[in-house]
């Protein structure tokens, strides 16, 4: 489990491949679509292909990744890569922080320099956290895998070893989305003896049936979550179908066609982006394209895809019967635009919730969408854990 510093370097031919192959896409035609009813319209698609194909410069942005601190370990055979930034201040906290899909590591770019050196983003000094932002197992550079079946409560395990085997800290905090949520809440059930806290932007909560809620779960100060939920199922529903039930079916198309894989991406960012259908208001057409292309220069959009599957035929056991779940210390932040909301009387019977904040406004992607409220929540709640 030694660590190795690691650099990022992709080899030239597989940057060659790509491009031949966005030079080479079969345009299918696109009738009526201007609204997105039918899925990604062809001319939005077209233009961030040719940017990807004539304009987008690969060895820019991976010299801007170069300029943070790469590592790469074997952990239980799986090799795992993350990025590590000292924190600034007298006793900076170990926080860990997990992405989701189709996020990458990158999606906390944001939030790194004001997270790990607050005086010099107008923050408290004792407010320094020290971060390790790990790449799912099987995502990015957390590749290839050795074997499959990896779920979010293996991955949870994952990241216990590697901050107190590997890096040393006897004491953490934790923080995710997406499926970071989930890892995040099983490092709260499993290990609450060392862990300090852990922070959620999408409630994760372990043992939850989402799909049993209903409109009267929720409270007066809740009003319109509801609505909110159901509207976000046409979005997540095709997805959340193929990854669980077949993913290596569609692994062959979004592995061999860029311009398939960047559609299949884009759809997604757009639709849990809190950006009223202008997604490029939020992110640089170059972050897309970095997103993009970690996930197809590493060849791991298939290995991604299968996290959803090998959690749904595994699920999380609990390790033991104490109650809530989740004994660690929890925040949730609710972004009133991501894909779940849950109230909050529900979630307290699920995790020993200590701070539950309702932003004013974001969605799905919080560090990368609102760095700024979600730099503030985590401040504000491990302040008082430290």
């Known amino acids: 489990m030694k660590p190795r510093r690691f650099e990022i370097a992709i080899p030239g031919a597989a940057l060659d491949e790509l491009r ?27 233009a961030l292909v040719e940017r990807w194909r004539d304009a987008y410069d690969w060895r820019a942005q991976e010299a801007a990744l ?5 590592w790469r370990a074997e952990i239980d055979g799986l090799p795992i890569h993350w990025v590590r930034v000292p924190g600034r201040g007298p006793d900076p906290l170990p926080l860990i922080l997990t992405h989701g899909w189709p996020w990458t590591f990158n999606d906390f770019a944001r939030v790194l320099g004001p997270l790990s050196d607050p005086a010099a983003h107008g923050g408290d000094p004792a407010d320094a956290f020290e971060l390790v932002v790990p790449s799912l197992p099987g995502f990015g550079f957390s590749s290839p895998l050795p074997r499959a079946g990896i779920t979010a409560p293996d991955t949870a ?22 499926w970071g949520a989930l890892v995040t809440a099983v490092i709260g059930h499993r290990f ?63 592995h ?16 849990w982006t809190d950006c009223d259908g202008e997604l490029l208001r ?26 959803y599957a090998d959690n749904a035929r595994r699920p999380w056991q609990p390790s033991h019967t104490r109650q809530p779940p989740c004994e660690a210390p929890t925040a949730i932040a609710v972004f009133p635009r991501d894909v ?47």
Do not use: K
């Open 20 to 46: 031949t192959r966005l030079e080479r896409v079969r345009w299918p035609g696109d009738l009526d679509n201007e609204d997105w009813a039918y899925g990604v319209p062809e001319p939005e698609l077209r």
């Open 66 to 70: 170069n300029r943070l601190e790469h």
């Open 157 to 178: 395990d994952l990241w216990d070893r590697l901050m107190r085997d590997v890096l040393g800290f006897e004491r953490y905090a934790a923080q995710g989305g997406d």
């Open 192 to 254: 609450a003896d060392h862990v300090v806290g852990v922070h959620e932007s999408l409630p994760g909560f372990l043992g939850l049936d989402y799909d049993a809620l209903g409109p009267d779960d929720f409270g007066p100060d809740e009003a319109g979550w509801w609505d909110h939920v159901q509207g976000m199922r046409q979005h997540i529903t095709s997805h959340m179908a193929v990854h669980s039930l077949d993913p290596q079916t569609l692994t062959y198309a979004l």
């Open 256 to 271: 061999d066609s860029p311009a398939g894989w960047l559609a299949w991406m884009l759809e997604r960012r757009r639709a």
């Open 282 to 307: 939020v992110y640089t057409p170059d972050e897309l394209l970095t997103a993009a292309s970690i996930y197809w220069l590493t060849g791991t959009i298939g290995s991604s895809l299968r996290f």
């Open 340 to 386: 779940l909301l849950v109230p909050r009387r529900i979630a307290e019977r699920h995790a020993n919730i200590r701070r539950w904040t309702v932003m004013p406004r974001g969605g799905h992607f919080a560090p990368a969408e609102q760095p700024g409220l979600l730099v503030d929540d985590l401040r504000a709640f491990f302040r008082e854990l430290r």
